[in-house]
C-alpha cells in the first residue's frame, strides 16, 4: 500500500475535511498547507497526485494519536523518517487504544481471520525470532474493517469497496 492509499482510506474513515487532516498534522508540529493535502489524496490516477513521503504520513499517524489519546507529557515524539506496514498498523493500534481482541474483531470485519499469535508477531521488534512483517493485505483488511466500524456498511465508499474488488480477483 502506498502513503497516500493510507491516508485516503483513514480521512475516509474518520471523516475528515482537508483543515481537519491539517490540524492533526498540525498536532505533530509539522506544517503542510491545503495544496499539498490535497495533491496527497487525489486518486492514484489523477497525474497531478504528489507522493504523501513516510516522514508526513508519521506525523498525521502521530498527530492522531495526539487528537484520539492526548498529548504525552513532555516533548512530542519526532516523525519518523521511514514507515513500514507493522509501524503504521502500531501506530494505529495506538492512536485507537485498542486491545488485541479489538484489532482481531476489527480484521474479522475487513475479512481477514488470524490468530492472536499472528497478531502478536506483527508487533514485535524487527529482529525478534517471533516478528512477522504485516502484508499489504493486512493492512487494507483493518483499514476496511476500521471503515465499516465508523461509518457502517451504508455509506461505504465505492472507491475503497471497487480498490477490494480487484484485490480479491488478484488473490484468488
Not at 523518517?81 to 474479522?108: M, P, Q, W, Y
Not at 476496511?144 to 480487484?166: F, I, M, N, V
Request: net charge negative.
Amino acid at each position: 500500500m502506498t502513503n497516500n492509499d493510507v491516508l485516503r482510506r483513514l480521512r475516509y474513515v474518520f471523516d475528515y475535511d482537508d483543515a481537519k487532516m491539517i490540524a492533526v498534522i498540525a498536532l505533530a508540529e509539522r506544517e503542510v498547507t491545503r495544496a499539498q493535502v490535497c495533491d496527497w489524496l487525489k486518486s492514484e490516477h489523477d497525474p497531478d497526485e504528489q507522493v504523501c513521503d513516510d516522514a508526513t504520513l508519521a506525523a498525521f499517524l502521530n498527530g492522531l494519536i495526539v487528537e484520539k489519546r492526548g498529548p504525552k507529557p513532555g516533548q512530542q515524539p519526532a516523525a519518523e523518517t521511514s514507515l513500514d506496514n507493522n509501524a503504521i498498523f502500531r501506530k494505529l493500534k495506538i492512536a485507537l487504544n485498542l486491545e488485541a481482541e479489538e484489532v482481531l474483531r476489527i480484521l474479522a470485519q475487513g475479512g481477514a481471520q488470524i490468530s492472536k499469535h499472528e497478531l502478536s508477531a506483527f508487533f514485535r521488534k524487527p529482529g525478534h525470532k517471533h516478528h512477522r512483517e504485516c502484508k499489504d493485505q493486512i493492512l487494507r483488511k483493518f483499514l476496511r474493517g476500521l471503515q465499516l466500524e465508523h461509518r457502517g456498511g451504508s455509506q461505504a465508499d465505492p472507491e475503497l469497496d471497487a480498490q477490494a474488488a480487484d484485490e480479491r480477483q488478484t488473490h484468488t
